[in-house]
């Protein structure tokens, strides 16, 4: 947690003394709402990435179902609520109707309005059709207490790539796939960009901007599509904003950075974590310097570096409490004075567990 809280968790503990201890109300979510801010405060949580597996007929991959369960509940517990859930994409696996269903039968649970942004999971299948059909647009914009939110498609690809398929399985397939050397690289894509500078220009350079994506905006690593080729171009679009956070999914793991004004923060996976892409390669990438890496004991541990995060709103500043399941819990915050963002728990890389093995 971090100092400037205008009241600390054990303060707020020893205030509320046994009243709290008493009642059910998952405490380590409390601090979230008791951050220090002048503007209109406002939370909300995101959860991302649940990969439901359909098997067969009403068969689904029990453990999928199980994170995004725990994730539904954790947020349904949240005291006081957020205003909203973002769903961060890749809540099916293959992009079937059946997973979609599935998944929006299991959110359904929820009490508050969510947002969705599409992941490659959720699209590839029928270009996202369904998606669009039952789920929601695939980019939009909204204002929300004075920020305003613009949710981007970041996931589209060459067209090139789509015609090379020759049925929509093995497109999706295709695109399913981390480390696949015959893979394309996302993109949000000229007619969006187009639209995103419409709906920009109607808004002050001193107005909030938070930006909500698949793929990161900007470029991690290539060969596993942790990566969107014209991140730049967006990246120029936001530059004249005093404040902005990109929030996005995909990578499954804490991941953060800062370009000149705009901060990253990636999203927990409810599914399965992926391992730093330096982990297991040699081969250069862009994970960004500032990233503090976790201490992950076994990057294939099935619940490790997931988990559910939220974002507290405060000065229009965004910052990230990650609730990590098998992991201690982190808050990345903007630090005024260093002029980007730093993580509240830093993990210190030479006392980190390396990884083990695995054949
Ligand atoms: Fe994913
Ligand atoms: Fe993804």
Redesign the pocket.
Known sequence: MGKDNSISRRTFLKTAGGFMTASLLPLKLVEVCWGKGEGEKFTFACIS?SHLTQIKGTKFTSNFDKGLEQAVAEVSLMWPQPDFVVYG??LAQLGKKAEIDHGLEMLSKLEVPIRFVT???DFYLDMGRYWEEKVSKLYYSFDHKGVHFVTLNS?LTYEDWIKRWSTPKERMGQMARLDNPQGSPFMVGEEQIGWLKKDLSKISHDTPLIVLS??PLYKVFKPW?FWTDDAEKVQALLRPYKKVTVLH????QILYNQIGNISFHAWMSTAWPWPYPTTYTQKPNMVPKMTAFMNRADVFHERDATGISSVDVANGRATQHFELWENSSRTLRFDEKLGRVVDANYQDPSKRIPPQNHY
Do not use: K, L, T, Y
């Open positions: 990435d994409g890749d992941g490659e999971h996931i698949h793929s599509n999914g995909h990578v499954h």
